[in-house]
């Protein structure tokens, strides 16, 4: 069964340093998302993805993180420099059809600022 | 603007009982709806969406949720509660037509099921 690849699962840094998570969604998903779950909360979007362009980044921090998807593929989101509030899951996911809202979720990438 | 009240972040029943997570979203028009689990340290799991047809929409692992237009509402039921259900449920919603489907969750319902 296809799934959504992350990685790493866990990061560990510390305050002031730059870190990246990676996303490979399933085959032929052409939208992908960003999502950043603080611990018991729900996900917020941080930036959503249609091939390599981006749709919706208005909540995403961009004086600090970053986000590409070069080829429409893959995709990175970069933190730099990280602070203490960024620690957090870092959730992406990918939709099959446009416009019906179902998502899939890849297992997360969990971030600890020290 | 949409927005999503999950009602109880905790809810704690014995196995056995039915189980009820209460949602209750805000939106201009009709929405899509979902509820996903998410168990501990692993991402979002889909049980179930309501699109259109059938406001009675069943789900995976036994659980089914209504969708109330005049009550603005979609409460996941379980009839009868397993220890593996034990897992944040979050309830979400996406605007009918945006091509987008960007989901705005709630806070999220965690449920603990006692032996």
């Known amino acids: 069964e296809a799934e959504v690849a992350q990685s790493p699962r866990y990061k560990i840094t510390e305050k002031s340093q730059a870190v990246a998570f990676w996303c490979d969604p399933i085959?032929?998903?052409?939208?992908l998302y960003w999502y950043r779950q603080i611990l018991g909360q729900g996900p917020e979007l941080l930036v959503q993805?249609?091939?390599?362009?981006?749709?919706?980044d208005s909540q995403l921090p961009k004086d600090r993180f970053s986000a590409e998807r070069l080829k429409g593929v893959d995709s990175t989101l970069k933190i730099q420099p990280a602070e203490l509030g960024d620690s957090a899951m870092y959730l992406c996911?990918?939709?099959?059809?446009?416009?019906?809202?179902?998502?899939?979720f890849g297992e997360g990438s969990r971030l600890t600022v020290l | 603007a949409q927005s999503v009240t999950q009602l109880g972040s905790h809810v704690s029943v014995s196995e056995g009982a039915l189980v009820l997570l209460r949602c209750n979203y805000s939106s201009s028009v009709p929405p899509y709806l979902f509820w996903y689990v998410q168990y501990p340290n692993q991402g979002l799991q889909l049980l179930l969406k309501?699109?259109?047809?059938?406001?009675l929409v069943k789900g995976i692992n036994g659980f089914e949720a209504e969708f109330k237009k005049s009550e603005t509402s979609f409460h996941l039921t379980k009839p009868s509660a397993h220890m593996s259900d034990a897992a944040e449920y979050f309830c979400?919603?996406?605007?009918?037509?945006?091509?987008?489907?960007?989901?705005?969750f709630g806070q999220g319902t965690e449920l603990s099921v006692k032996p």
């Open positions: 085959s032929g998903h052409a939208t």
């Open positions: 979400a919603v996406s605007e009918r037509g945006n091509q987008g489907g960007k989901l705005i």
């Open positions: 993805f249609q091939d390599e362009s981006v749709v919706d």
């Open positions: 309501y699109t259109t047809g059938a406001t």
């Open positions: 996911a990918s939709m099959r059809v446009a416009g019906t809202g179902e998502l899939f």
